[in-house]
């Protein structure tokens, strides 16, 4: 019996140690990412409109793939995903590249070099696994995809790449010609929630 108390004690101050470990001393980019995704929540919301639904950090599973869309907004327009990334620096790539390169400048003048992958080919991913997963459950709708990128540091500027909440309203509101009713937007809804 002392064992076990001891034992159980043991563990819970173990379990809380992880937990204190990764609250306060995660990596800088995982808080970076963090806080822009928190900041794209924000300027998303400025431009919603009634009966707009954002969703956000939803995990998708279609078969063997899975996927976490950061941005999912519903309505009556059609479904939205806006990846976002808080990448500081320059960034360097082409549309159909697999990887970009990020460069970054210390405060010591050191130049920084780190391969990050395409969001844009990341979201059309997204997309797929997405427009799947709702057809499994009879749910026929085009997905537009979108990558936010908060730095506006993109090497690439066409109609995927969202650049100001102006880009996000035109997007969500104006550039998509699907028209959902008010159940099929309840249904998809009631899937990834």
């Not at 707009?52 to 279609?62: P, R, T």
């Not at 990334?85 to 405060?107: A, P």
């Not at 844009?120 to 936010?148: A, F, N, P, T």
């Not at 650049?163 to 998809?188: F, Y």
């Amino acid at each position: 019996m002392v064992y076990t108390i001891i034992l159980v004690g043991v563990f819970m101050l173990i379990l809380i140690l992880v937990i204190v470990w990764n609250k306060f001393y995660e990596r800088p980019e995982v808080r970076a990412g963090k806080q822009g995704e928190k900041e794209a929540v924000r300027i998303i919301e400025r431009v919603l409109q009634e009966g707009d639904i954002l969703l956000s950090n939803i995990c998708v599973h279609y078969k063997e793939k899975e996927t976490e869309l950061d941005n999912v907004i519903i309505n009556s327009r059609g479904v939205f995903i806006i990846e976002v990334k808080n990448y500081s620096g320059v960034l360097i790539g082409g549309e159909d590249d697999y990887e970009w390169t990020k460069y970054k400048i210390s405060r010591g003048l050191k130049v920084y070099e780190k391969q990050v992958r395409n969001p844009m080919k990341q979201v059309k991913r997204q997309v797929y696994i997405l427009s799947r997963y709702l057809k499994c459950y009879g749910i026929r709708v085009w997905i537009d995809g979108y990558v936010l990128l908060l730095n506006n540091n993109s090497p690439i500027h066409n109609n995927m790449i969202l650049e100001s909440s102006k880009a996000i309203d035109r997007a969500i509101h104006w550039r998509s010609r699907n028209t959902l009713n008010k159940k099929t937007v309840a249904a998809i809804k009631e899937l990834l929630m």
